[in-house]
């Protein structure tokens, strides 16, 4: 359970390393958009058109400041971060900005997060067209399994996932029947669209989508774009 917005914005407050009002301006849009989900830096330069040492400059401020985290490659945006968004979009406190400042970052995040979303919308629309040419239909609890996938590849940049070694933890990571795991995961690895494996660093399954898939469908995208 999330904690109450006020009592994270009064931790921020009282935490003397930094001044809340510092987390303004790039800080924020990035922060919008790691709210649709975990990304990594190259995500995060893609969609904001900054290089990647500016935009990490400010990733590793955020985490200093506790809005962000990082895991593995990927950045997460924190609780206290979240808390942080909520009240600013609340309240509408911008601290410094004019009117301005405030409508070009009203109109900037608006970009991002249609950007995010038109992506989203276009490997969907390419895995869909995929299917109607494949030389199989593809069973319920197979589509379900990819479409996972893809939308955790959207989110974060990665094409697998870890999941617990069992059946049960798989069918609740991607929403089908313990019945319906191994036969699925191994019709999907059979055509060559998902992996699976045993990690042992991890000790855990890592269920990916293979590279070959992933640009086949980002090539159908570019041709349909």
């Known amino acids: 359970m999330r904690k109450p917005i006020d009592h994270a914005l009064y931790i921020l407050s009282t935490t003397t390393s930094f001044n809340i009002s510092k987390i303004r301006g790039f800080s924020i849009t990035l922060l919008q958009a790691l709210k649709e989900g975990m990304m990594t830096a190259n995500n995060l330069c893609e969609i904001t058109g900054k290089y990647p040492q500016y935009v990490n400059r400010y990733l590793y401020n955020l985490r200093n400041y506790g809005m962000v985290k990082k895991n593995g490659s990927f950045w997460e945006i924190t ?7 909520s009240y600013i979009n609340k309240t509408k406190t911008y601290y410094k900005y004019d009117k301005k400042d405030i409508r070009r970052k009203y109109e900037n ?3 991002i997060i249609r950007k995010i979303e038109d992506q989203r919308r276009t490997i969907q629309t390419s895995f869909e067209i995929w299917l109607k040419n494949y030389h199989r239909s593809l069973h319920d609890a197979e589509k379900v399994v990819v479409e996972v996938l893809l939308d955790h590849y959207q989110k974060t940049g990665s094409k697998f996932i870890y999941c617990q070694p069992n059946v ?31 990690d042992r660093s991890h000790n855990a399954v ?19 774009s």
Not at 79 to 85: N, P, Y
Not at 217 to 222: I, V
């Open 206 to 224: 890592k269920i990916g989508l293979y590279k070959d898939f992933v640009k086949m469908l980002e090539f159908s995208k570019t041709m349909n």
């Open 109 to 111: 995040d608006k970009k």
């Open 168 to 198: 049960y933890a798989i069918a609740e990571k991607f929403g089908i029947r313990p019945d319906q795991v191994n036969q699925v995961l191994m019709n999907l690895k059979q055509d060559h669209i998902v992996y699976h494996m045993h």
């Open 79 to 85: 609780e206290l971060g979240l808390a942080f968004l």
